[in-house]
């Protein structure tokens, strides 16, 4: 007995811990992975724009 606890009513509550801090360490693997999926399509969005800006200013020269 381990403080006054049987060995595995011991066990059960480090692993409580042990699994609770391996979900926080995946929560925010996620949050990480999530934010540079969004930064991407972000930078690709604002290239698309780029392009559009670009394409309608050429088309607007020819046409004067």
């Known amino acids: 007995m381990l403080f006054g606890l049987p060995i595995w009513v011991f066990l059960c509550i480090v692993f409580i811990f042990v699994s609770g801090y391996m979900a926080f360490r995946a929560m925010k693997a996620e949050h990480t992975l999530e934010q540079e999926y969004i930064e991407r399509e972000g930078q690709v969005y604002l290239k698309r724009m780029e392009q559009e800006k670009e ?5 607007t020269m ?3």
């Open 62 to 64: 020819m046409s004067e």
């Open 55 to 59: 394409r309608r200013e050429k088309t």
